[in-house]
């Protein structure tokens, strides 16, 4: 099976640096994905990691480490627009998607 | 254009009956799935279909029973509905050749049993 974990808020004020953390256990996937997500909103997707390392897309950053079972999302230059919820996701093999709990990101002025 | 649609957005329904939510996509995508989204938040995948084949089907009760007449549709049908069954439904596509695996999702139907 697959399981992951993330905080279930974080707190930051405008224009600061934010990283949200996911560990996972899972006997294998292809690669840890990331959404966003706005209250009444459908998630969207932010970044996709298939190998260790960073991936950067504008102010997202999102980082994998197969050998720690762990990533996080960096989000850089916060605004009013990024509180939303985030989450952390494998894809399993199978077309399997596992998603984490959740974090809720709030930005403040 | 909408990428992935879904309809009714919201439906209000009451317990024994038996309901629909479709959903159409037009990217093109070879694999078409069913989230659950319950008033925690929490994101579970129902089902998946790929090339009209159920790939994954999650400990869901075969009261929930996806239908796909092609490649671009995949519908939800929900027979003998309950209480638990209220929730946000997304239906999503992805294409598997892909390096990314992205998922675009479709806006919710909102279901409310009472």
């Known amino acids: 099976g697959q399981s992951l974990e993330q905080p279930s808020e974080v707190t930051a004020v405008e224009g600061a640096i934010v990283q949200i953390n996911c560990t996972y256990q899972t006997s294998g996937f292809y690669g840890l994905s990331w959404y966003q997500q706005h209250d009444g909103g459908a998630p969207t997707f932010l970044s996709y990691n298939a190998l260790d390392g960073l991936e950067e897309t504008g102010r997202f950053s999102s980082f994998l480490s197969r050998s720690d079972s762990y990533g996080y999302l960096l989000l850089q230059e916060l605004q009013m627009k990024d509180s939303a919820s985030y989450f952390c996701a494998v894809m399993g093999y199978g077309q399997n998607f596992v998603f984490g709990p959740g974090t809720r990101l709030s930005v403040l002025p | 254009d909408t990428a992935v649609s879904q309809t009714p957005k919201y439906l209000v329904t009451q317990m024994g009956n038996d309901k629909s939510i479709k959903c159409e996509q037009n990217?093109?995508?070879?694999?078409m799935y069913w989230y659950k989204q319950d008033s925690k938040k929490f994101l579970k995948i129902m089902f998946s279909?790929?090339?009209?084949?159920?790939?994954i089907n999650e400990t869901v009760p075969n009261r929930f029973s996806p239908k796909s007449p092609d490649k671009a549709h995949l519908n939800l049908h929900i027979n003998s509905l309950e209480l638990g069954d209220s929730a946000v439904y997304f239906c999503a596509s992805s294409q598997e050749s892909g390096q990314t695996y992205e998922q675009y999702f479709g806006p919710g139907t909102r279901l409310t049993v009472t």
């Open positions: 990217l093109g995508h070879d694999t």
């Open positions: 279909y790929n090339n009209k084949e159920l790939i």
